[in-house]
């Protein structure tokens, strides 16, 4: 009966091409390894160094040159120990050689400013923990632990999936008419996450026109984004072009450290799942599993290649760093992720998309690691985890990090109609926002792609989208005349630009979905905010916030479009009007340059644009009979008023 059903389940769950453990146990050798990796090791901070410190090291030396045998401190022992070998280490003449001894490996993670101590058992692990708990040195001394990915929800029998919903607006054959202007991915019509008639979706195309637009031909920054999780096929037909490249060791010597940072051959990344803790070919970060590629694939899958799907930012923004370390059965361990941020802070990574957890209260090296991220402007994304549960009391490892730190966020699943999954978990107030993680087609190792389900493939949409809006907020500040963009501001303008359901509320802090350019409108309030704070620039003399909640365009955009980013913007504005029929050109275009003075200017309109005039001109005309057209952008706009209240 038991063998029976087993049989039924995997029947059912056929259609999930995931590298997942065929069978118990497999699953267990794996959590052994990862155990092996874990029980061994323990992550220390230390406390500031203090002057009586300095002083305390100048008595050692003046014993040491005396002839006496200065009893060292464990601080002393172990970030001495940092990056050399064993043998080194036994050759010590020491009182605590005991404990030095047993010391397999001593890791600093410079940029999280921890050490990790690997010992050769299980027992000496304990005897120095027992000693540095009661060392005045320690800040906080704690256990490695093991974690794994969020197993992917398997695929439901075809009638049981979520419906497609029903169009709920006229604009479909529009929308595709022109995103197909934008897009040549073959598969681009089968990533319904993105765009699709009922508009559940986070209206990717949308920004990514608003995005063009604004750029203008001009540069914006690159955003590195760490996918940690079980790895990256780098050579994947529509991942190669977006991997970032370590040029040290992509043109230098196999087999040797090229650029000295402690890894091997790290031409993308880093395997830090590998033992011991770092060593030979832990550069090399293919992809076992299969479940960090498709979330790679998600975030930045490379567009208008004629290759496989789009991913959710626009070109050129992201560049994904392969942080490996979960192994083929998708487990790993605290340090290990740890590790993969401070390779990632070294590197420049600015998010973190985090599609692992487990229940638990959470490791204070968690915390420690996040808020030096913190420091360095790094956002960290990650998933509520698929166990359909409440986890508002800070029960998961690592979403609930989110709670205390502004440049943490977490993530449930939507499905296609727009409603939480009922494997997703949620929280009142520990989830932040809601994005699409169901039948969420991407790529995997193989040059193919599949769809997988869960709340680790909404994690990356967010993920993505942060990367567009740093890249968005770093050229914007610049415009503006501030300060860079910070990771709390990202993450306010993802969860303030949100969109609104009422399915939602309750179950995220947002009681909103993840919506692209809405995150951007948010953000350039966001900014535009702080310039008038910071320097003077008027917000209200350059935007027509009144009216932003009335007039849309058929890019979904609002009239911030139309305005100081590029006061070109104003010259299609004429073919667009809000729901009672009245030309944008006017109140948009008032933002910036009377529109008067600009047609005398230039005599026309519209021909600085790339955007086929056939598709603007048929959204104008549909404009005034069609209902109104979605909203992209739930934020509330100035005199209190909600974008899309009519
Ligand atoms: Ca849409
Ligand atoms: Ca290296
Ligand atoms: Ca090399
Ligand atoms: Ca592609």
Not at 457 to 481: D, F, I, K, Q
Request: with cysteine; net charge negative; glycine share 8%.
């Amino acid at each position: 009966m038991l063998l029976l059903s087993t049989i039924v389940v995997l029947l059912a769950s056929g259609c999930v091409a995931s590298v997942q453990p065929s069978d118990a146990k497999a699953s267990e050798a794996a959590k052994l390894s990862a155990t092996n990796r874990a029980k061994s090791r323990l992550l220390i901070s230390w406390k500031p160094e203090s002057p009586d410190r300095r002083l305390h090291e100048e008595d050692m030396q003046h014993l040491s040159e005396i002839g006496a045998t200065p009893v060292r401190s464990l601080r002393n022992i172990l970030t001495g120990l940092r990056g050399q070998k064993r043998e080194l280490a036994t050759a010590l003449e020491d009182p605590n050689a005991d404990i030095v001894r047993k010391v397999n490996e001593v890791v600093h993670l410079k940029q999280v400013d921890m050490d990790v101590v690997e010992m050769t058992d299980e027992e000496s692990k304990e005897t120095l923990l027992a000693a540095l708990r009661e060392d005045n040195d320690v800040e906080f001394v704690e256990e490695d632990s093991v974690v794994s990915l969020d197993p992917l929800v398997q695929n439901r029998a075809e009638n049981e999936t979520t419906p497609e919903p029903e169009e709920q607006h006229s604009l479909r054959n529009y929308t595709e008419a022109f995103w197909r202007t934008m897009v040549n991915d073959p598969l681009f019509g089968e990533q319904w996450y993105l765009d699709q008639p009922s508009d559940a979706d986070v209206d990717a195309p949308e920004a990514w026109a608003r995005w063009s637009a604004f750029l203008d031909g001009s540069d914006a920054p690159e955003i590195l984004v760490g996918i940690v999780d079980t790895g990256v096929d780098f050579s994947h037909p529509d991942l190669r072009d977006a991997m970032w490249r370590n040029e040290a060791e992509l043109f230098g010597e196999p087999g040797f450290d090229d650029d000295m940072n402690g890894v091997v051959d790290d031409v993308y990344g880093v395997d830090m799942s590998v033992y011991p803790f770092r060593g030979i070919a832990a550069g090399s970060i293919g992809d076992d599993n299969s479940h960090g590629t498709h979330c790679a694939g998600i975030a930045a899958a490379t567009h208008n290649n004629s290759e496989g799907i789009a991913g959710i930012a626009p070109p050129n923004v992201v560049r994904i760093v392969a942080l490996k370390f979960l192994d083929f059965f998708g487990f790993g361990t605290t340090a290990d992720a740890i590790a993969s941020f401070d390779y990632g802070l070294s590197n420049g990574v600015k998010i973190f998309s985090n599609s692992w957890g487990m229940f638990g209260s959470l490791p204070n090296a968690l915390r420690h690691a996040v808020d030096r991220g913190r420091q360095r402007g790094a956002l960290f994304i990650m998933a509520a985890g698929n166990d359909g549960r409440d986890i508002e009391f800070g029960l998961r490892i690592p979403a609930s990090l989110s709670l205390e730190f502004p440049n943490a966020i977490t993530v449930a699943a939507t499905k296609r109609d727009g409603e939480i999954a009922e494997w997703s978990n949620f929280a009142e107030t520990a989830v932040d926002i809601a994005a699409p993680g169901e039948k969420i087609l991407s790529t995997v190792p193989g040059a193919t792609y599949v769809e997988y389900s869960g709340t680790s493939m909404a994690t990356p949409a967010v993920a993505g989208t942060a990367a567009l809006l740093y890249s968005y907020g770093e050229v914007l500040a610049g415009r503006l005349g501030v300060s860079p963009v910070t990771p709390e501001e990202i993450k306010k303008a993802l969860t303030h630009g949100a969109q609104m359901t009422p399915e939602l509320k309750g179950k995220v802090k947002a009681g909103a979905a993840l919506n692209v350019p809405g995150a951007m409108s948010a953000l350039r309030g966001i900014l535009t905010d702080r310039a008038y704070a910071e320097n003077g620039f008027n917000p209200e003399s350059h935007r027509c916030s009144e009216l932003e909640a009335s007039f849309h365009d058929g890019l979904g955009a609002d009239c911030a479009f139309y305005g100081f980013d590029s006061a070109v913007r104003c010259d299609f504005a004429s073919l667009f009007k809000n729901f009672k029929g009245e030309s944008a050109a006017t109140s948009c275009c008032a933002c910036g340059t009377k529109p008067e003075s600009r047609e005398r200017e230039t005599g026309e309109t519209g021909g600085e644009i790339s955007i086929p005039t056939e598709v603007l001109s048929e959204s104008a005309e549909g404009r005034t009979s069609d209902p109104a057209p979605p909203v992209p952008s739930g934020r509330k706009l100035r005199g209190g008023r909600q974008a899309g209240s009519k």
